[in-house]
């Protein structure tokens, strides 16, 4: 059986791919290399996400509960570990093969997102020694945290995000290396608005303890030190990304090594497209709601291409 469409990708664009290729009534085909969920599951579940459209906050963990539902409720086949390992060009059909099998697509449409990726270390004296035991990339459910002098790391949205759900159980601080922060103004103004302690412009010497952490030492802009107790670290600065699948499948990159596509979302090759944080093009804007318009963009041009309807 070949299906009319292969999603490569079960986080928030390539589950939307998947809602909107039921729509229209295509055989539809998910493939994770993990689980279900993405970014939204892997890297901040507990964080509340406000400004997707119809939620004034949601969980990330439940936005994408909902968004996996839905594709189920519609029939999309959804399989978890199958981890692509190679799109070929067959007898007019495409060949998407995974570790274990092989499936046959009329289209393809890639939203892997930012590939296999592991948080970005700070690489500060005490760090390795102590992760697991009080130093972490990810922020633990809410339940665990009561009782604990969190701390964060970071000065983007989720960093402020993670801080304002630790806020509601518990002491929390924040720590950017930097004078301001490059989150959206919305959230600055709501943890401005909290009792998050903030330490500006300082950077990390030394995560402290042996068995367990117990403090944290900065150093301010000045060079002057500043000891502050902690039980907990969620570093929160990055993602490192590995997206060499994109080059063994083909693709054609941008200098920042994510896939070139059309204003249709296609790619380089025949009847593959891609949405989501994958692609980039002048002007991209890296959010939910951005990755699943690409996909409603990047689904249309699959239905255009295999169903070849006569407004085409």
């Not at 500060?124 to 992760?131: D, Q, T, V």
């Not at 630790?166 to 930097?178: C, F, K, P, Q, S």
């Not at 107790?229 to 920042?256: F, K, S």
Request: hydrophobic letters at 40%; aromatic letters at 8%; a negative charge.
């Amino acid at each position: 059986m070949a299906y009319d469409v292969v999603i490569i990708g079960a986080g928030p664009a390539g589950l939307t791919a998947g809602i909107y290729a039921r729509s229209k009534m295509m055989s539809t085909l998910i493939l994770e290399s993990g689980t279900v969920g993405g970014q939204l599951v892997a890297l901040y579940p507990e964080k509340g996400i406000h400004n997707y459209p119809a939620y004034e906050n949601i969980q990330a963990r439940k936005l994408s509960d909902k968004l996996y539902a839905q594709a189920e409720s519609l029939d999309c086949e959804i399989r978890e570990h199958q981890k692509v390992i190679d799109i070929i060009d067959g007898d007019q059909k495409l060949i998407v093969k995974t570790q274990d099998n092989e499936y046959e697509a009329n289209s393809v449409i890639i939203a892997i997102g930012m590939g296999e990726f592991a948080p970005r270390k700070m690489d500060a004296p005490g760090e390795a020694e102590l992760e697991g035991k009080g130093v972490n990339y990810f922020l633990p459910l809410k339940e665990h945290l009561v009782g604990k002098k969190v701390v964060l790391f970071g000065g983007g949205n989720s960093a402020i995000e993670m801080a304002m759900v630790a806020d509601t159980v518990t002491e929390t601080a924040i720590v950017h290396r930097r004078p301001e922060f490059r989150a959206d103004e919305i959230n600055v103004k709501n943890l401005n608005e909290s009792a998050v302690k903030q330490y500006m412009s300082c950077s990390v010497k030394s995560f402290n303890g042996t068995d367990k952490l117990t403090s944290i030492t900065l150093l301010d802009q000045d060079k002057k030190e500043i000891e502050i107790p902690a039980d907990l670290a969620v570093i929160n600065i990055g993602i490192t990304a590995d997206l060499g699948a994109l080059t063994r499948w083909g693709l054609e990159l941008t200098e920042n090594g994510l896939v070139k596509c059309g204003f249709d979302m296609s790619t380089n090759r025949h009847g593959i497209f891609a949405c989501g944080d994958v692609v980039d093009y002048p002007g991209k804007y890296k959010q939910i709601i951005t990755g699943c318009g690409e996909a409603a963009t990047a689904c249309l041009s699959a239905y255009k291409f295999v169903k070849k309807p006569y407004w085409a």
